[in-house]
């Protein structure tokens, strides 16, 4: 294989591996943001805020991580949020066993004194990174990011299995009472 051939190989290697890693992050900036929330001061949206935003009701706060360390919400243990630059940008990871799957997803980006951006994740599968890019860039920092919604719950394919595995070995207990009857 000459040196051409092998470059190309190389490339198409490169493209495909690069598109199948932005293929599982779902990229989000401020232009991206379904509604924006000003004001002064500037205070934390809770669960029914958010639904009042986007007028729904009866959301949870799933998920919340503060620059600086604390997490809370119900699927805390399953995420892990890492923020970079001022911070600017975070990246949500999901790390497990748990993930949220809902019909109707919100996620908040807030800054102490700027605007909160407010996303609708309807389109997320729970399980792809959130890659928050280019927030309060030279006017402020992320102070915290929290994932709100109406959370759906998800039976695991192991737990169909056996289930499946004992209903088949109920029928093949009753067919041999049966027979012997």
């Known amino acids: 294989m000459n040196a051409t051939m092998k470059t190309m190989k190389y490339a198409v290697a ?7 890693v932005g293929a599982l992050a779902l990229v989000l900036g401020p232009s991206d943001a379904q509604h924006t929330v000003t004001g002064t001061p500037n205070p934390t949206l809770d669960a029914s805020d958010v639904a009042s935003i986007f007028g729904t009701s009866d959301l949870t706060l799933l998920y919340k991580s ?3 360390g604390s997490e809370e919400g119900s699927f805390l243990s399953s995420y892990t949020t890492q923020f970079t630059g001022d911070p600017n940008n975070a990246l949500i990871t999901w ?3 748990d993930y949220i799957l809902c019909p109707e997803c919100y ?6 004194n700027q605007p909160q951006y407010l996303f609708d994740l309807g389109s997320w599968d729970g399980q792809e990174v959130l890659d928050l890019r280019d927030f309060y860039p030279n006017q402020g920092a992320i102070s ?3 994932i709100f919604g109406k959370p ?3 039976t695991e394919p192991g737990t169909l299995g056996l289930m499946g595995l004992g209903i088949l070995g ?6 041999k009472v049966q027979k012997n009857a």
């Open 14 to 20: 490169g493209l495909a591996l690069s598109w199948s």
């Open 66 to 68: 503060n620059y600086g």
């Open 95 to 97: 790390d497990g066993p």
């Open 107 to 112: 996620l908040v980006v807030k800054d102490g």
């Open 144 to 146: 915290h990011v929290a």
């Open 152 to 154: 759906v719950s998800v």
């Open 170 to 175: 109920l029928m093949t207990v009753r067919r």
